[in-house]
């Protein structure tokens, strides 16, 4: 067991904490009090009926800073920088364990919030690292806000709490007062429109080239490597528009249950996932398997001859039951014997441009575990690798031609509580120094054809391409 110091003294924080009603939205807070600091955050659900759509969450003003590269973690806490050597896995959950402290309300209100790579898979697996990084940013990412609004959009209410070594009560008040007098931006025209055609996409490897990938991929599969593995191709574009303006053309032209808004310090991650990684509540693991797509149709006739010849596809069917026992495994290994089951299967679920057919599997977590190492098991999502998963990740790293970033990674948060609940970064949108990156993949199988699966990529990444377009005309 690796025995880890912080180089710091964790405070013991007042918890400041406020209930009343909702008079603004989670945007209407964020882009008014944290969009324009070096840190914030904003999750977001869009479905607003159900339990996936009832809470929303935004925040900022870290007391604690965490990054990582590596083994190298970087820290910034109290105006200081720290740099240790560590697994940043396992030097989080120590930090979310000094700063536990009371917590008002559920399912989040306070512990660190951010993201975890693709290429932090490394600490779980040996997995090679031999591609180039064209946009290099940290592995692991993570702020633990000093404020947080909590929105519950069942009962319209808002729960704004404050972390703070003293008068946190008194903060939690001025903060109130400060969203008292935001405008409401729910709903509004697309800010600072450009002229069309100032944005291209343009894709790491050719048509050509990803068809080359996907028959490598099948010789992988008739030799019995692997089952299946999901290859991707990145698009990059510059853009001119304010960052913001990216996520509220996003959460128009996708919403999702997962919408996201990350400023890091000049890098910007936006999303609208629909699929889950993992999540921990109460001890009750969930995970979500996403696998399975067709485009929408243009009318509701054409949409449910699509839904029927998706859930009679046999490739599909066989491609979702393996990850769904793909799933059975992840939780498996850290969840009591006996409590894993399948609770949904084989459901479609429709988001703007595509369809797709999603199951739940849940367990629940031994005593002998906890989220991170929940988050460890699980870690990246089957649905984004392939199964077997590590040799899936291994044809990854030998057939992609660079490294994958933040996409396929994580995105979410780990509470004070011991819940956790996170994403995977799909649907997803990074900026840095003024150049953006979208990255879309697909599922290959024995009986994949090339043209199909290259044109699957293009449609995940339509609403994407379409939300960059609302900002300055991108051009596929």
Not at 229 to 252: D, K
Not at 264 to 281: A, H, Q
């Amino acid at each position: 067991m690796e025995i880890l110091t912080l180089p710091f003294t964790a405070t013991k924080y007042e918890v400041g904490h406020l209930n009343t009603i909702a008079s603004v939205s989670p945007l209407s807070v964020y882009k008014g009090l944290y969009a324009q600091e070096p840190y914030g955050f904003l999750y977001e659900s869009l479905e607003s009926t159900g339990k996936r759509g009832r809470y929303s969450f935004t925040g900022g003003k870290p007391f604690l800073v965490l990054k990582s590269r590596g083994n190298t973690i970087e820290l910034i806490f109290g105006g200081e920088h720290f740099r240790v050597e560590a697994n940043p896995l396992h030097f989080l959950r120590e930090c979310v364990h000094a700063f536990q402290t009371y917590i008002p309300v559920r399912p989040f209100s306070g512990g660190a919030v951010g993201y975890v790579s693709y290429d932090a898979v490394r600490f779980f697996e040996q997995i090679p690292d031999q591609n180039p990084d064209p946009m290099p940013v940290p592995e692991f990412y993570f702020i633990f806000p000093e404020e947080v609004v909590v929105f519950d959009h069942l009962e319209k209410k808002m729960d704004i709490i404050v972390y703070r070594e003293k008068n946190a009560n008194e903060k939690a008040r001025e903060l109130f007062l400060k969203i008292s007098n935001l405008p409401h931006m729910d709903s509004f025209p697309l800010s600072h429109p450009m002229d069309e055609g100032t944005e291209k996409f343009q894709s790491n490897m050719s048509k050509e080239a990803f068809y080359h990938m996907v028959k490598r991929a099948k010789e992988y599969i008739l030799a019995g490597d692997i089952f299946q593995v999901v290859l991707s191709q990145r698009f990059t574009f510059p853009i001119f528009s304010p960052p913001l303006s990216v996520y509220e053309a996003l959460r128009i032209t996708n919403p999702s249950p997962y919408m996201y808004a990350l400023n890091l310090d000049g890098l910007y991650i936006y999303g609208s996932s629909p699929e889950i990684l993992v999540k921990v509540l109460d001890n009750t693991v969930t995970i979500r398997p996403l696998a399975g797509t067709r485009p929408r149709g243009h009318t509701p006739e054409e949409d449910l001859a699509l839904e029927k010849e998706l859930l009679e596809d046999e490739k599909e069917r066989a491609e979702h039951l393996m990850l769904v026992d793909l799933a059975r495994n992840d939780i498996g290994r850290v969840c009591t014997y006996g409590t894993v089951r399948a609770t949904e299967l084989f459901t479609v679920e429709r988001y703007s441009k595509v369809m797709h057919i999603t199951s739940t599997v849940q367990g629940r977590l031994s005593p002998a575990h906890d989220a991170f190492d929940c988050f460890a098991a699980c870690f990246p999502a089957g649905t984004v690798s392939g199964a077997p998963k590590v040799r899936a990740m291994e044809i990854i790293d030998a057939l992609e031609p660079h490294r994958r970033g933040i996409y396929a990674g994580a995105i979410g948060y780990f509470d004070y509580s011991g819940n956790m609940d996170t994403c995977i970064a799909i649907r997803t949108v990074v900026i840095q120094n003024r150049m953006g990156v979208i990255q879309a993949g697909a599922g290959i199988v024995a009986d994949s054809t090339p043209e199909k699966e290259y044109q699957e990529t293009l449609n995940k990444a339509k609403a994407l391409f379409k939300a960059i377009s609302l900002r300055g005309g991108g051009i596929l």
